[in-house]
């Protein structure tokens, strides 16, 4: 795996480096030999904070894992768990998705937080290229990101589509026309 590492507010040592894509390179375990698989590793200090941004590309799916603590080792440490976890994850879903359709369980939402209901604001703006898959691989990208929504190039159209969670907890589907 192609391991690239960045610092902003902090000099990454040889030490931290190799601490680094020694964590990183345990991930290997779960990837099949997935050359294209790639890492990127983002360390900063905030307000004293220690965070580790870890992204794992794997062809297209994107996972992604954040720790924040007073060290940077142990943040390292929480970010590549996150990962790990996802990792398993994604690779049950692929598991259970080719075993072929289940019954699965309805869950009520919990209640919203009070940060929830507070005046919207734009935070953060992304650029991305947009992969070509069908509607189930993004709905599978979608609950990786932990998001509610996915925007991809659908496969069969060639054109912007967006999958989104429902309050319901099915999934809905925006099919853009230009």
Do not use: C
Not at 74 to 89: C, F, N, Y
């Amino acid at each position: 795996m192609k391991i690239s590492i960045s610092g902003k507010n902090l000099e990454i040592t040889e030490a931290l480096r190799s601490y680094v894509e020694k964590k990183v390179s345990k991930l290997d375990k779960y990837l099949n030999d997935n050359r294209t698989a790639s890492a990127e590793v983002m360390m900063r200090i905030e307000r004293g904070t220690h965070i580790a941004e870890v992204t794992v590309n794997l062809s297209g799916v994107l996972l992604r894992g954040e720790g924040k603590t007073g060290d940077m080792y142990t943040s390292i440490d929480s970010a590549v768990d996150r990962i790990e976890r996802q990792l398993t994850k994604f690779k049950t879903k692929l598991w259970k998705r080719s075993q072929g359709p289940k019954l699965g369980e309805v869950q009520a939402a919990g209640p919203e937080s009070e940060e929830e209901l507070a005046a919207p604001r734009i935070v953060r703006t992304k650029r991305f290229a947009l992969k070509p898959m069908d509607v189930e691989e993004a709905v599978m990208q979608m609950e990786l990101l932990g998001h509610d929504f996915f925007v991809f190039r659908d496969a069969d159209s060639g054109e912007v589509s967006v999958v989104y969670r429902r309050r319901d907890g099915h999934y809905g589907l925006i099919e853009a026309e230009f």
